[in-house]
């Protein structure tokens, strides 16, 4: 939609409506199609053009960020524990980052990787090849977003093994475009409506206890060997090995509640995959790029992907996913099969390249680990407290990858986690009454989630703020 106003000034709408709400310039009329605005603010005017298939945390409008902060246009500046659902992993315009993107777009904004390469693309690779999980992976394709990275890893595996089927795990979120929805497991909202999907899709249990009917605190050996198992009773029961392309998982589940798998999980899922002929495929989307404390979580079991997908931190806010994979597999690929008019964009990948050098020179993942420590420590003595405690089911999490579940009163008659003395809705008002406050936190999943997404380079003086934001709202619910 067009949006023109005077041409005597050249401020963005927002800027143009702050001075008018401030009384330092005259009523300013933006023109939308024709049509005159005359007093609805930025909000109202959003909520009335803006696509209802979206949904937001707050009904306001952000103008400015600046590391863990940002600033909205009513004037307030907000604590961002939500990272835009983990893509600033280093703070909002970290200056090395974005005088990289600025001074590319002065250089070349669109070199079209299907036209020739173009430098920023292969410094990247450059710089992403020695921290890759395993040597193997050395072959490298960029896209947009996760959900095309996705879609882009699940053609390849049906491609290079000719067999159609895949298995994704019980609480996946792989994206919203059809392949990645059809492989999403974690709610139902994001494929409600939008059947049929892609066919061929299995889905196995994750060693999440709510997935078995456990209590918080089972045992996490026996919940790898029931998963496993029944992944094996799928293969016996419903997806024969010979029909079957590959296993993608996220090793730390994001919509479906910020939950771990234990080393051993996915060490298992590697034997299966290669007793079977199947390609592993690790969705490291969400969880990738330092945010668990190591640069992708697959690392902490020592498993080899044949292929891995990252997104969202790899350029801290400017669209860029990238697909990994073995040589010796994307060989196998047609050229022509893969390609995107944006994708491996020339100012990203400078970003990109930009945050992998701040990485390193800036010790980011020291810092992860430094503040991990006293995240985990104050949310573990907030579940201590016995005023509060009973109503917190789980902490957990690794890096600033970081959840806490709470009880409800009804969430349903079968599971063991219920508790009736719990309010209602705890994860959605916990979220609300945190905005109040001044921190932006996000929910997830099915269950009473809250999830904790702050920058990895937050302070110590910002974490503590938020933590004690959190603790406070905790408290005023409960009282409530």
Not at 104 to 123: K, N
Not at 195 to 203: A, N
Request: proline share 6%.
């Amino acid at each position: 939609m067009l949006i023109t106003c005077s041409s005597s000034h050249k401020m963005s709408l927002g800027q143009k409506l702050l001075r008018t709400a401030s009384g330092n310039s005259r009523p300013l009329v933006p023109r939308v199609s024709g049509r005159s605005i005359t007093t609805a603010s930025l909000v109202e005017f959003g909520q009335r053009h803006v696509t209802n298939g979206l949904s937001r945390l707050t009904e306001d409008v952000i103008v400015s960020g600046e590391g863990s902060w940002v600033t909205t246009l009513s004037g307030r500046r907000l604590l961002d524990f939500s990272c835009g659902i983990g893509v600033t992993n280093l703070g909002h315009c970290h200056p090395r980052v974005s005088k990289a993107a600025a001074d590319q777009c002065h250089t070349l904004v669109h070199g079209q990787a299907s036209i020739g390469y173009h430098e920023p693309y292969l410094r990247l690779i450059e710089r992403l090849l020695p921290i890759m999980p395993h040597p193997s992976l050395d072959s490298f394709f960029f896209t947009n977003s996760g959900s095309e990275a996705v879609e882009a890893a699940l053609k390849m595996v049906r491609t290079i093994t000719r067999k159609q089927n895949i298995i994704s795990m019980q609480g996946a979120f792989h994206g919203r475009t059809f392949g990645a929805m059809a492989v999403t497991k974690s709610k139902t909202i994001y494929a409600h409506g939008f059947s049929p999907l892609m066919p061929g899709v299995l889905t196995a249990p994750f060693p999440y206890w709510h997935h078995f009917n456990a209590a918080p605190g089972a045992d996490e050996s026996e919940l790898v060997r029931a998963s496993l198992y029944q992944l094996e009773l799928l293969l016996l029961q419903q997806t024969a090995p010979t029909d079957t392309a590959a296993i993608i998982i996220e090793p730390v589940l994001g919509e479906g509640g910020y939950v771990p798998a234990p080393p051993a999980f996915l060490q298992g899922l590697r034997a299966i995959c290669d007793k079977h002929g199947l390609l592993l495929i690790i969705d490291e989307v969400q969880c990738g790029f330092g945010r668990t404390g190591r640069m992708f979580y697959i690392e902490y079991s020592g498993v080899r992907p044949d292929i891995m997908v990252t997104a969202k931190g790899l350029a801290n806010g400017f669209p860029l996913s990238a697909v990994v994979a073995r040589k010796e597999l994307t060989d196998q690929l047609k050229p022509g099969t893969m390609g995107g008019t944006y994708g491996g964009n020339a100012v990203s990948c400078a970003a990109a390249v930009a945050v992998a050098d701040v990485f390193k020179e800036e010790k980011i993942l020291d810092n992860v680990n430094a503040r991990s420590a006293e995240l985990f420590e104050a949310l573990i003595s907030v579940k201590a407290d016995p005023a509060i405690g009973r109503h917190i089911l789980d902490v957990r999490g690794q890096g600033l990858m970081v959840a806490i579940e709470f009880a409800s009163p009804s969430h349903s008659t079968f599971d063991p986690a219920v508790k009736k003395s719990t309010p209602a809705n705890m994860a959605a008002r916990v979220s609300k009454r945190c905005l109040e406050k001044g921190l932006l936190l996000l929910t997830t999943s099915v269950y009473e989630t809250v999830r904790f997404i702050p920058p990895l380079n937050v302070s110590p003086e910002d974490l503590a703020k938020g933590i004690e934001i959190v603790k406070e709202a905790v408290e005023e619910i409960v009282h409530e």
